[in-house]
């Protein structure tokens, strides 16, 4: 029902003893996950979320006491690329990287690093993954979205929310939603997300939540013309926003005439995606 | 943050990259003496952050230091794009044989550092890249291992640059890339490059860009900002933590999250309107946050309207909504607002605001279509 986290998933929480860390760990738990073991050097011997969760002080320590086999990370961004490349090289095949504000010079190491090693990073400036009813790695609110077969994939937060709340009132589920985040240099991109989508066999349909900036939905474009069998609806943010200016998102810029909305929703067009032109128009296109 | 000219150039110097003498002044008689200091003729170039400043009037010779007091003058009166003149830079004049580009920048779409050049220097390299691609030469760098000496000799045979010159471009293509690794930019650029009379090469001219996620480590490059060249709401802004960007319209925007807040805009403008701004408040949408973000709202005349917008996936909408009644209370707008809150305890918290004679809405539609009524009509609040 879901791709890359399910309620096999044993999830490890970098910076769990942080604020951030902690409130969501004890979201995520509540959700149903399973937290096995936290990360924050200097703490490890203690026991967080009432006594129910060890804290390591090294990444690598963690996974081979407890077997996790999913990172979240929740540190500052001047410890985030370490934080990634820790977990990297602790084994850990699938690391979601929340932290907002990573430099972007960091994010081509770690992205060079991690492909190496074969690791899976999602974000980093993301809000991580939902399988609903299962498994929740990051800060996507549990209760807006339904277990069913919609697979969404966005490049924002709180946008993407709205669309799985519109979808829930209407009563259409959610295999996994993932959020690959605003940042010009990630780990997972659409197309990533699109092709595990379409291997999904309880994945129906795809949202695709895309923004100014980068060509990452052009690429999406051409891959889902080439190889997805599977109907894809859009959204993307940004029509109004004019060039040359940062939109919040480190990579929600329109620069050099590239990046522009209206090449995005012209590529995703042409190839048969229907794109909404208000989010809460989703829902009508996935029926 | 861009740079300036002056500031980029001084970054190279530091990285062995030959730069012309000259220095930074802000009145025509300083001009004067920076001129007579260096001698011969000179160039004054007003340090403005946008492009076309030559073609602008915005870079003069000058033979002689009265010469150059005279251009400084005219020069620190200009407005170049808008934007006043406050600065320029005195450099010694050079005698150009020939002008090359060279810059690094970010590929996203590789996902690493990318070097560029080429032998059409001195015009934007993006017009060079539409009328003849052919020009130019690209070399990407493993970020983990840094530009390789031969990368750059690749570089210097793709454009056909003299054999003699090699050395010196190579020295200077990885004093390039070091300072762009070092100051954690997203493009560094040197254009022109030129190949003076003396068959040596020098970086005329310089530009660069710092990543802002990256100006925590690099403290000596943040206290370089020029806030006279932002709009003042925009630097406000950033003392908040907010993420604010000014545009055209009458109807202002607060929105938390950058995604949410951009497709807040795309969806009054559907509905007929056109917002006054981009603004992301962000998470956890607390009193004193929202009480500035109103401020730089209401800052703009143009504003008829207030749209807010928050989605509290986490965060209880009766504590948002407490937070905007106070920042109300406080900053006591002008204009009519429409709210929308959605999320945990979502219809307490609209009943608090239309308890206080507030504008609810239920959905993003909706919200958009009463403010760009309210904003239509211009009443005030």
């Given amino acids: 029902m879901s791709i890359l986290i399910n309620k096999h998933t044993r999830l490890m929480v970098h910076g769990i003893t942080g604020r951030e860390g902690m409130f969501h760990a004890s979201q995520m738990m509540e959700y149903g996950t399973q937290i096995v073991a936290g990360v924050r050097p200097g703490k490890g011997g203690e026991w967080v979320l009432s006594g129910k969760v060890p804290v390591f002080d090294t990444a690598k320590l963690a996974a081979e006491a407890t077997g996790a086999n999913c990172d979240v990370i929740f540190v500052p961004a001047n410890a985030a690329a370490d934080a990634m490349l820790e977990a990297a090289d602790a084994g850990i095949p699938l690391v979601v990287c929340i932290t907002e504000g990573v430099p972007v010079q960091d994010m081509m190491q770690v992205r060079c690093y991690l492909d190496q090693k074969g690791t899976r990073l999602v974000g980093p400036n993301c809000p991580g993954l939902l399988t609903p009813g299962e498994c929740k790695v990051g800060i996507i609110p549990g209760r807006i979205a339904l277990p069913g077969n919609v697979g969404v994939v966005s490049r924002s937060g709180t946008l993407t929310y709205e669309v799985l709340y519109a979808l829930q009132k209407q009563g259409i589920g959610v295999s996994t939603c993932i959020g690959i985040g605003g940042d010009p240099i990630n780990g997972t991109s659409f197309v990533d997300a699109l092709e595990m989508f379409e291997d999904d066999p309880h994945t129906e349909h795809v949202v ?41 998102h480190a990579g929600a810029i329109v620069e050099g005439g590239s990046g522009l909305a209206a090449d995005k929703i012209r590529a995703l067009e042409s190839v048969g995606v229907r794109v909404a032109e208000v989010p809460e128009a989703i829902p009508d296109l996935v029926r | 943050m861009k740079l300036h000219e002056y500031q980029s150039k001084l970054l190279f110097s530091q990285y062995g990259i030959p730069i012309p003498r000259g220095r930074v002044a802000s009145t025509a008689a300083e001009a004067k003496s920076i001129a007579s200091e260096l001698g011969g003729r000179v160039v004054v170039k007003a ?102 000496e031969y990368q750059a000799r690749d570089l210097a045979a793709s454009i056909d640059l003299p054999r003699e010159l090699w050395r010196g471009f190579t020295e200077i293509a990885q004093g390039l890339y070091q300072t762009y690794r070092e100051c954690d930019a997203t493009l560094a650029e040197v254009n022109p490059l030129v190949i003076t009379k003396a068959r040596t090469l020098l970086a005329l001219d310089g530009k660069m860009v710092i990543d802002d996620n990256a100006l925590f480590r690099r403290p000596k490059l943040a206290e370089m900002r020029d806030i006279d060249e932002e709009a003042p709401a925009e630097s406000e802004a950033r003392k908040y933590g907010l993420s604010y960007v000014k545009l055209d319209g009458n109807i202002g925007c607060m929105v938390n999250g950058a995604g ?70 406080e900053s006591k707008p002008r204009v009519p607002i429409v709210s929308r809150l959605v999320g945990t305890h979502e219809e307490e918290g609209r009943a608090m605001l239309a308890q206080a004679r507030m504008e609810v809405a239920s959905t993003l539609t909706e919200a958009a279509a009463k403010a760009v009524a309210l904003a239509g009509k211009g009443q005030p609040a």
């Fill in chain 2, 47 to 148: 340090q403005v952050l946008v492009g076309g400043r030559g073609k602008a009037g915005g870079i003069r010779l000058a033979a002689t230091p009265e010469e150059a007091q005279e251009v400084a003058t005219q020069v620190l009166a200009m407005q170049i794009k808008g934007l006043p003149v406050r600065k320029i830079l005195v450099d010694e004049a050079a005698d150009i044989q020939a002008e090359i580009y060279l810059g690094v920048t970010n590929d996203r779409a590789a996902r690493r550092p990318v070097m560029i050049a080429s032998a059409e220097g001195g015009v934007e390299i993006e017009e060079v890249a539409r009328t003849d691609p052919s020009k130019i030469a690209r070399i990407h760098v493993d970020p983990l291992l840094g530009l390789r």
């Fill in chain 1, 208 to 248: 695709l939540i895309g923004e100014i900036g980068g060509t990452d939905e052009e690429r999406a474009a051409e891959y889902i013309a080439d190889h997805m069998t599977k109907p894809v609806a859009a959204f993307i943010a940004g029509r109004t926003a004019p060039p040359g200016k940062r939109m919040g």
């Fill in chain 2, 260 to 329: 949410l807040a951009m497709a807040t805009m795309d969806v009054i403008q559907h509905a007929g309107g056109a917002p006054a701004n981009f603004l992301d408040i962000g998470g956890g949408a607390g009193a004193d946050k929202v009480a500035a973000a109103f401020r730089m709202i209401l800052s703009d005349p143009n504003v008829k309207a207030v749209l807010l917008n928050v989605f509290g996936g986490i965060t209880r909408c009766d504590e948002v909504a407490r937070g905007i009644l106070m920042a109300i209370e």
